[in-house]
Structures are given as structure tokens and as C-alpha cells.
């Protein structure tokens, strides 16, 4: 039965994950249907107090969230075109990034900067988002 139960609420709610790579040439890739969650994942268990973060989407680098871990400020934004609104989640703790509902227009290159004051770092993902349409046969 629990067996049963566990497969109905994976089949139902798709959470896909990838970690960063702290190789600055590195891109991490991950592939996720429409309406399915992905969460990119940081390579941290927790932030450092002095870190700031700040996660950009494509070429134009649309700033889409930002953690500001020495004030606390925490902040999701819907992007010039609202393409984002309410589907940003942020771990406060580690950094990571979960877009939920995700869509075809979400494809793209995410990066990551991470800065303090001795130091800046960059993680780079490129997402795809395949149409749901397109994985039935």
C-alpha cells in the first residue's frame, strides 16, 4: 500500500535537482518537462554570513533573485516580462533556486554569483524545458 502510495505522489509532483560545479567553465545541465519543478542546487550546505547572491536568467542576465545574507534581504523577482511571477522559491539556508510550474520559456542559461569580500564565484545551469505535448507518443 505505502509502496502504491509513494509512486502516485512521484507520478504526480516531479521535482528535478542539479548541482552547480565549482569549475568556472563548467555548465551544469538539466532537462525537466512543462509544469515539473527544478531546483538548482548550490554546492553549499550554508551561506556565509558576508555573502551575497545573486541568480541571473539568459544572455541579458535579468537579475530574476538575490540573497543578501549579512542583512537578511531575501528577494525573488518576476523578470521584465512577469514570465517568473510567484514561481521563484529561494533556500535561505544554502542558496539554491526551485522554479515550480515550470514552462517552455524558462529554457535557458541560470547563473549564479556568489561574492564577499574577498572573493567572487560564478555557477552556470542551462535548463531545458521540454513540452509536455512532445514527450507523449
Not at 4 to 10: D, E, Q, R, V
Not at 33 to 57: H, P, Y
Request: aromatic share 8%; proline share 1%.
Amino acid at each position: 500500500m505505502f509502496q502504491s502510495f509513494a509512486l502516485c505522489c512521484l507520478c504526480c509532483c516531479c521535482l528535478v535537482g542539479v548541482f552547480g560545479d565549482t569549475d568556472r567553465d563548467t555548465v551544469k545541465s538539466v532537462s525537466v518537462t512543462e509544469g515539473d519543478s527544478v531546483t538548482l542546487n548550490t554546492v553549499f550546505t550554508e551561506i556565509q554570513k558576508a555573502d551575497e547572491m545573486l541568480w541571473k536568467f539568459r544572455t541579458n542576465r535579468t537579475l530574476i533573485a538575490k540573497i543578501n545574507h549579512d542583512t537578511g534581504v531575501l528577494s525573488t523577482y518576476d523578470g521584465p516580462d512577469g514570465r517568473f511571477r510567484d514561481r521563484l522559491k529561494l533556500d535561505i539556508q544554502t542558496g539554491s533556486l526551485t522554479i515550480t510550474n515550470t514552462r517552455t520559456t524558462d529554457s535557458g542559461v541560470y547563473e549564479l554569483s556568489i561574492s564577499n569580500s574577498s572573493s567572487q564565484t560564478k555557477y552556470r545551469f542551462n535548463v531545458t524545458v521540454n513540452d509536455h505535448t512532445s514527450q507523449q507518443h
